[in-house]
């Protein structure tokens, strides 16, 4: 569907993507995942024919975006970072406006924009004004624009970025509604947002791909089922019930005042029988929980080169770099409204709300 | 480009702009034809339409001001660039949104012959052919500020950059007389002129292979023409800038001639404008 070779986009010296390859299949959900200046939004603008390339060659459907682009932009909708709404317009005027702009003829354009508005939940503010409209709301219109014209890949950069907790799980779950139907890129720097929503994960760093795989995959990759204990005892004891366990694979023990802390690694579900072999042995479980950032310490180690332990510093840092530092609201709220939803770093996904 | 024309069209008279730009037009319009041709007894439009000029170097940059600054500010050009649309036809459908905004406002200043003719004798031929010279006019001069518009995303920026052009436009024709005809002091207007399109390049494409070419494809002709046949310079700057003069080619629409040359040439300068923003359109494409 899109062919991407060997990409280059330098910015006056600056290689902000260097010479990236990917291909993207149909009717699947690709993520686009990188740390802030990775080059996820430079990557987005030149495959929907915003930026020109320094060089390499794009292909949409088979009409290279630099070449054609009348009608490599056919197959695509794009929601650019900002939704390019028109504040003085009222969502229904602006997608008719867009649909007239992508050649759907008028008859068929009414039922069209009706059919998207109502996909996208807009139906009930269409004519109100797009300016007077929530961050939400804007949104969702920005990628209404990208539906019309029933492109075959919708690209959306970043399109939670800014909204509040229950307005992401809409989006979310609009993403997946369309993913259904067409193919989908969306971007993020969020891990959660892509590994809830994407089939095949890209992961750029630094203008590179270091990773263009299934989330299974790198879910598989990150491997390492693991398992954290505190047990009260001695520590040898402890070393020698669970190495007894079958499905153990490796185990690390540190012991602190009468307690011991064992990192285990599994192959099987061994949960059960340590339960019962330290019931047996009479030695209190005090805490037992799986190891589940595993997926992020593979994001983290592939997008910055570092471990976990370092999270909290990058956390920091991204934040400080992020585009829009003058509004940040706490990330508390947040982690408590959504199970599933863990940012990765604090809040730098607040934006200012402009105007 | 029907969609983009339909859209920005609607837009100057969803914002205030279009109705503050038909409002001022009007009022001058009304203003200098009670003081002339009612009060001053004069039965020819074209008197008012003289000193109207004055006015649409103030008013025709409030039309352009947020022609393309405005997308730029707020991100929608993203939307033009991504659509199946061309640049050209992005710019070439706003520019006609602003024709026809401007063609509204010489339609209603059309109606001050008419009633002028109630009372006395009106050449009414003389007169329309005057106001589509105005029109005219207007038209290149939308242009010239839409181009400056394209070059900042700041209206107020583009809105004193276009007044600024058009006054330097106006001011052109009385301003040639003060710069010497001699062939000398016109070859070195010109070769400095080459040098400053070679600076300006280099600013725009930041490469001096490119800045380099130009220096040498402008100035090598100018330095040769100017050693093969010295004479072809007497005074040749003074009359390029009076070919630019703008205004002054209006003066004939007035003295009730319809100059088919001056038509052709407003409709080029026009032309050579839009073809100058749709560059400058899809240059940030490459930046």
């Known amino acids: 569907m899109i062919k991407v070779r060997n990409l280059t986009k330098n910015y006056g010296g600056h290689l902000a993507v260097k010479g990236i390859s990917f291909d993207i299949k149909p009717g699947k959900i690709y993520g ?11 990557t987005m603008n030149i495959l929907t024919g915003c930026l020109a390339a320094t060089s390499g060659e794009v292909t949409v459907d088979g009409h290279d975006i630099f070449e054609e682009p009348l009608e490599a932009k056919r197959h695509i909708g794009y929601l650019p970072e900002q939704p390019p709404v028109y504040g003085e317009m009222t969502p229904r005027e602006y997608l008719m406006f867009v649909a007239e702009a992508k050649g759907v003829p008028f008859e068929k354009s009414l039922r069209h924009v009706k059919e998207v508005m109502q996909l996208t939940q807009i139906y009930d503010v269409r004519d109100r004004l797009i300016r007077n409209l929530s961050k939400g709301y804007r949104q969702r219109v920005g990628i209404a624009q990208a539906m019309i014209g029933e492109p075959d890949v919708i690209i959306l ?90 499905g153990v694979e490796s185990a690390e023990y540190s012991e602190n005042d009468g307690i011991v802390n064992a990192s285990i690694t599994y192959s099987a579900d061994v949960r059960e029988a340590l339960f019962n072999a330290f019931a047996d042995a009479k030695m209190p479980i005090l805490e037992m929980h799986t190891d589940e950032s595993t997926l992020e310490d593979i994001f983290l180690q592939l997008a910055y080169g570092t471990d976990e332990r370092d999270a909290s510093l990058i956390a920091e840092v991204t934040e400080e770099e992020d585009d829009y530092p003058e509004e940040k609201k706490p990330a508390k709220k947040k982690e408590k409204e959504e199970d599933d939803y863990k940012p990765l770093f604090g809040s730098s996904d607040d934006e200012e709300d402009d105007e | 480009m029907i969609a983009i024309f339909k859209r920005e069209f609607k837009s100057y008279f969803i914002n205030v702009s279009g109705y503050v730009f038909l409002a001022a037009i009007w009022l001058f319009s009304g203003i200098f034809a009670t003081a002339l041709n009612f009060i001053g007894r004069y039965a020819s439009y074209e008197y008012a339409l003289s000193n109207l000029m004055i006015v649409l170097l103030l008013i025709i940059p409030i039309l352009t001001m947020r022609s393309m600054s405005e997308d730029r500010r707020n991100k929608t050009d993203m939307l033009l660039y991504s659509l199946p649309v061309s640049s050209a036809q992005v710019v070439i459908g706003k520019y006609f949104a602003m024709l026809a905004v401007w063609a509204v406002a010489c339609l209603g200043m059309g109606v001050t012959p008419i009633i002028i003719g109630m009372y006395g004798a009106v050449n009414f031929a003389s007169a329309y052919s005057a106001l589509l010279g105005f029109f005219l006019l207007g038209a290149a001069l939308i242009a010239v500020c839409t181009f400056v518009s394209s070059l900042t995303e700041n209206q107020l920026i583009a809105a004193i950059g276009g007044i600024v052009t058009s006054l330097a436009l106006y001011l052109l024709g009385s301003l040639v007389g003060l710069i010497p005809a001699s062939a000398l002091a016109s070859f070195a207007c010109f070769a400095v002129l080459a040098i400053a399109l070679a600076v300006i390049v280099y600013f725009l494409t930041k490469s001096y292979v490119i800045a380099a070419i130009v220096a040498v494809v402008t100035l ?11 004479e072809l310079y007497a005074s040749a700057f003074p009359k390029m800038l009076e070919y630019l003069a703008l205004f002054d080619r209006y003066y004939t629409f007035l003295g009730g001639i319809f100059d088919v040359g001056a038509v052709v040439y407003y409709i080029s300068f026009a032309v050579f404008f839009i073809f100058l923003t749709v560059q400058s359109f899809d240059k940030r494409r490459w930046s």
């Open chain 1, 157 to 246: 950069d970043e399109p939670t970025v800014g909204l509040d907790p229950a307005q992401i799980i809409e989006i979310r779950n609009l993403i997946r509604k369309l993913g259904r139907i067409k193919t989908v890129i969306i971007s993020s720097h969020i891990l959660a947002e892509i590994s809830a929503v994407c089939d095949h994960v890209i992961i750029i760093s630094k203008g590179n791909i270091v990773a263009n795989e299934t989330l299974e995959n790198l879910e598989a990759r990150a491997g390492g089922n693991g398992l954290t204990l505190k047990i009260k005892g001695d520590k040898k004891r402890a070393e020698k019930l669970i190495s007894a366990v079958s």
């Open chain 1, 32 to 42: 686009l995942l990188g740390p802030n200046g990775a080059g996820k939004s430079t």
């Open chain 2, 220 to 230: 090598v002709p100018t330095v040769a023409i100017y050693f093969i046949n010295s």
